[in-house]
T-cell receptor
Framework: GESVGLHLPTLSVQEGDNSIINCAYS??????FIWYKQESGKGPQFIID?????DKRQGQRVTVLLNKTVKHLSLQIAATQPGDSAVYFC?????????????FGTGTRLQVTL | NAGVTQTPKFQVLKTGQSMTLQCAQD?????MSWYRQDPGMGLRLIHY???????DQGEVPNGYNVSRSTTEDFPLRLLSAAPSQTSVYFC?????????????????FGPGTRLTVL
């Protein structure tokens, strides 16, 4: 299948542990952020989003934290499972705009070890 | 629903050849787009369309053409392939909500086409 990239930073986590994936964004005007998961051979899949009027949002086993002061967001995955192995990347944009205005990060590869 | 489908899954071209990457969606989405994904880089927008008959350029449009004759289909044409176009191409679609609403989280991606230009 298609590989996302050979030069991605890699996070190796043991099954059952929590994972934290980080993303730095560049545009101070961005007020909307998304995390995507991309499994080998597949297109990106939406995980969770957050608007800049929040600093934390929780989903099922995932939490996104936003620190606007340092333009940083993170994705926390609780009780990491083998099925979580994938490339994760963030995207930034302006809420109320169109998807054409999203800017995507390069991604982090998450490897779950047994 | 099949979602977003792309064909072919793999393609090898020689420099100068032309071809069309197909993309179709069955969700009645108004918005469709094409991205390329290269090692060490994020997804980059090539072209997009906000509805049948309407297309616009994205960040990296050179060397590519698109058309949108129907809501369902959004083909991407490479006019004269170059090695720099070797990449993985993704098509995506979403329902663009009313002005002021965001439907980013409804953007669905196809499985991708890996293109190699020799």
């Amino acid at each position: 299948g298609e590989s996302v990239g050979l030069h991605l930073p890699t996070l190796s986590v043991q099954e059952g542990d929590n994972s934290i994936i980080n993303c730095a964004y560049s545009n101070s005007a961005s007020d909307y952020f998304i995390w995507y998961k991309q499994e080998s051979g597949k297109g990106p899949q939406f995980i969770i989003d957050i608007r800049s009027n929040m600093d934390k949002r929780q989903g099922q086993r995932v939490t996104v934290l936003l620190n606007k002061t340092v333009k940083h967001l993170s994705l926390q995955i609780a009780a990491t499972q083998p099925g979580d192995s994938a490339v994760y990347f963030c995207a930034e944009g302006v809420y109320g705009g169109t998807a054409s205005k999203l800017t995507f990060g390069t991604g982090t590869r998450l490897q779950v070890t047994l | 629903n099949a979602g977003v489908t792309q064909t072919p899954k793999f393609q090898v071209l020689k420099t100068g050849q032309s071809m069309t990457l197909q993309c179709a969606q069955d969700m009645n989405h108004e918005y469709m787009s094409w991205y390329r994904q290269d090692p060490g880089m994020g997804l980059r927008l090539i072209h997009y369309s906000v509805g049948a008959g309407i297309t616009d350029q994205g960040e990296v449009p050179n060397g590519y053409n698109v058309s949108r004759s129907t809501t369902e289909d959004f083909p991407l044409r490479l006019l004269s392939a170059a090695p720099s176009q070797t990449s993985v191409y993704f098509c995506a679609s979403s329902y663009e909500g009313l002005a002021g609403e965001s439907s980013y989280n409804e953007q669905f991606f196809g499985p991708g086409t890996r293109l190699t230009v020799l």
